[in-house]
């Protein structure tokens, strides 16, 4: 049983890991001005804060067309 115990949580570790490296390898391409989501803007978390020119020209997009 403690076996178990041990390679569950090991495992556990394991997935944990690779989250925290993936969200901060994500943090560090938006900091750089990289694209993180392969140039599509739409529904990307990052677009309130990118300063790249596709997601500028996306919310000057979104901006005239909620404003008519």
Known sequence: ????????????????GGA???WRKRQRLVAQGKCVNQGICCHCDALDDCGLPRALS????QTRRSHG
């Open 1 to 16: 049983m403690k076996r178990r115990t041990l390679l569950r949580n090991g495992l556990l570790t394991l997935l944990t």
């Open 20 to 22: 925290v490296a993936a």
């Open 58 to 61: 996306m919310k000057q997009a």
